[in-house]
């Protein structure tokens, strides 16, 4: 079921940014007067197909990985004379660049409503406030303490721990300071500390935080069973949702934590464990998972997850913004983002930031359910994300790829002639080359990540 629930969040989302991305192609072009011959969602075989009054075929395909739009063009098929002025390729350049940037553009249009609507709605977030620091870290010897809330990054407010990430995401790979505002619970005795960074890298896996050593606030959290992974170690060992963990061999369990530190120290080693279910006290023997994370740390992994506990009023924030003010606050979030990209981007090609970071159709399958899962807000904001980097990646000049196309374009403009058939082959051939290239990395990347 969760599977199936996967793949429908999957296609709800790429259906979405990919018929958005395919219309501001379609708008513009009809608005140029170039003929449209079919708008397709999806590649492959259609599974349904319409038609309007201009004979614009509509396809929805059977593998929702993509899209286009098919025009009139003289480099394709042949033209009737009487339809020569409705080609793409008789239209003035400047036509020819509005209708291929129109597609990117509106998806970067469209985030910045994502954004819009989920300040109007409001976000119910934690307020990121410092919980344990790990021993030596860079962000005890600063001087950061526990119980504190972290208000700005580079003296940028930071309302929400994804704010606090995303304004340390910015900063990897760069070398110098850190600079972190603090403050009391009750917004008293605010305080500003430098962190040094040296060509500053992180592990996807566990955050900007985690290397700094900052652990957020969270309540104490009993380890009490809340799901079980289907086919996972927990599950064929017998424990239940429900089951709460008193120990681990012989470690007494109190906290979720010391029964994941427990559980990771261990791969493929029998583990007894002491459990209470419905008043009764019960052991269980079990061996972890050997699981290996990206920058190749070994550890345990039994598929059990933490049922979930109410945090405290004075932890929790809602942001809500008017319908004007969410205007100037969705744009500044849009801008954000498209300039976070951009830098890791140029940082992935510096070899800043590892390729490991690209991820595939699986990754992006596995998010969007789980938003979806979350709530309104967790999937707008996945949305507009995923818009982001859909725009911004058709945006490369890359052949094959509407920046590719634009980059012709921008050519003939200033040389007043089109780019020779000769060399757009040759950069249609590099250019799918290298994207299958990226697909293929992103695509193994997933399977790593599985």
Request: charged share 20%.
């Amino acid at each position: 079921m969760e599977i199936l629930q996967t793949i429908a969040a999957a296609i709800v989302t790429l259906g979405i940014l990919v018929t958005i991305h395919e219309y501001g192609h379609f708008w513009v072009a009809r608005r140029c007067g170039v003929k449209v011959l079919r708008f397709s969602v999806g590649f492959g075989k259609p599974l349904y197909r319409w038609y309007d009054r201009q004979q614009t075929e509509y396809v929805i395909a059977a593998i929702p990985l993509g899209g286009y739009v098919k025009m009139l063009d003289e480099r394709e098929d042949d033209v009737p004379p009487e339809l020569r002025s409705q080609a793409f390729n008789t239209k003035p350049v400047g036509h020819r660049i509005a209708i291929v940037a129109a597609g990117p553009v509106v998806n970067l249009v469209f985030a910045v409503f994502a954004y819009w609507l989920m300040f109007v709605a409001g976000i119910n977030t934690v307020v990121p406030v410092i919980g344990e620091l790990k021993p030596e870290s860079v962000a005890m010897q600063a001087g950061l303490q526990s119980g504190r809330e972290l208000v700005a990054v580079d003296g940028h407010q930071t309302r929400t721990w994804e704010e606090v990430s995303l304004r340390l995401a910015a900063r990897i790979g760069d070398s110098g300071e850190l600079r972190l505002r603090t403050r009391e619970l009750n917004g008293t005795n605010e305080r500003e500390l430098g962190i040094p960074i040296q060509r500053w890298q992180f592990d996807e896996q566990h955050g900007p935080l985690f290397t700094l050593g900052i652990q957020p606030y969270r309540p104490q959290v009993p380890a009490t069973i809340g799901s079980l992974v289907e086919g996972g170690r927990a599950q064929l060992g017998g424990l239940q949702v429900g089951d709460r963990v008193l120990m681990v061999d012989d470690q007494s369990i109190e906290r979720w934590e010391q029964l994941v530190e427990q559980i990771r120290n261990r791969p493929e080693r029998l583990v007894r464990l002491q459990l209470e279910r419905q008043g009764r006290i019960l052991e269980l023997e079990l061996a972890p998972a050997r699981t290996e994370s990206e920058s190749g740390e070994v550890y345990g992994y039994i598929g059990a997850g933490v049922q979930s506990v109410s945090w405290p009023p004075e932890m929790m924030r809602e942001v809500r913004f008017s319908v004007i003010e969410a205007v100037p606050a969705a744009v500044a979030k849009s801008g954000q983002m498209i300039g976070l990209t951009l830098e890791s981007i140029w940082k992935m090609l510096q070899g800043l930031i590892s390729v490991k970071n690209l991820s595939g159709p699986i990754t992006i399958a596995k998010v969007a359910g789980a938003s979806a899962a979350s709530g309104l807000e967790s999937f707008l904001n996945f949305l507009a994300y995923l818009s982001i980097s859909l725009g911004i990646l058709n945006l490369l000049p890359i052949p094959v790829l509407d920046g590719g196309h634009l980059l012709y374009y921008l050519v003939e403009a200033v040389r007043g002639k089109p780019v020779s058939e000769k060399t757009q082959v040759l950069g249609l051939k590099i250019g799918m080359s290298l994207l299958l290239g990226l697909m293929l990395l992103a695509l193994y990347n997933d399977v790593l990540r599985l």
